[in-house]
């Protein structure tokens, strides 16, 4: 198997050093392309340089975040092919929807299609034997932003202690000890879970207030962000039953007795 990355010019603080966009085949045989980002003159002549004259399979997003999803329309059409992902998204337009369990053959490889929904509703990891592509539900060198916190840790849960050895991630370096990893993001996660429900029995009973106590070591210009995550872990907690949200206010639940 030949997984080839191609980083899109687009760093930023969500984003960290760009997009990497990953090509997979098996030596000079069919090839596809994962997450070809947004649309780049530049980037999309990087990628057309390295695919050669290889026959390109299809197109493939792991979600449609802007960062990830934008070109894979354009360049599937000038190749004649499918663009495949979970979902339509802003600037995405499936050729065909993908589902939970589907494999994809390219060539001699098999693509095994895994939901993985928490960093978007849409979120999909492709997996190939041992190697994983994770877009953007585990990525190099940082947390991510969560939309819903439930479905995101057992989409965590279930690609630990499955017999993974790499993962090539939507952001930063390609990783080699995947349970490591997946065993920090869960920590990390939980670690802010009781941190915020600690903030909120303090008496914080608005997101910002949330944010401004558990991110106080984190960069004003990155609060946004992790505004969406504080939100997803209150929707965790009220599940839970352990707050509630009166309008805007949020407050915490005395312990249910029976
Ligand atoms: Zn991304």
New binding site residues.
């Given amino acids: 198997m030949k997984i080839e990355r191609i980083l899109a010019n687009n760093p930023g603080p969500?984003?960290g050093p760009g997009?990497n966009t990953w090509v997979l085949g098996e030596g000079d045989g069919t090839v596809v392309v994962i997450d070809p980002g947004p649309v780049d003159s530049d980037h999309r002549t990087a990628i057309e340089a390295s695919l050669g004259d290889r026959s390109v399979h299809s197109v493939l997003v792991t979600?449609t975040?802007l960062?990830?999803a934008p070109m894979a329309n354009p360049l599937a059409r000038a190749f004649g092919v499918p663009a495949m992902g979970y979902a339509p998204g802003p600037e995405f337009d499936p050729d065909k929807m993908l589902v939970e369990g589907e494999i994809v053959r390219v060539g001699r490889l098999r693509l095994e299609i895994i939901h993985t929904p928490g960093h978007s509703d849409d979120h999909l990891c492709f997996r190939v034997g041992d190697v994983l592509f994770s877009?953007?539900h585990i990525?190099g060198g940082s947390s991510v932003m969560v939309d819903s916190m439930g479905p995101y840790l057992q989409s965590l849960e279930r690609l630990r202690g499955t017999g993974l050895r790499t993962i090539h991630p939507?952001?930063g370096e390609t990783m080699s000890d995947p349970d490591t990893v997946i065993d920090w993001y869960l920590a990390h996660r939980m670690q802010r879970h009781r941190e915020i429900y600690a903030a909120i029995v303090g008496g914080a009973d608005s997101v910002d207030s949330v944010v401004e106590i558990v991110y106080s070591d984190v960069d004003v210009s990155l609060h946004a962000l992790a505004a969406r995550s504080v939100r997803a872990h209150l929707g965790l907690l009220i599940d839970e039953g352990r707050i509630a949200s009166e309008g805007d206010r949020i407050v915490s639940q005395p312990p249910q007795t029976q």
């Fill in positions: 969500f984003t997009t979600h975040h960062d990830h877009g953007d990525i939507g952001h």
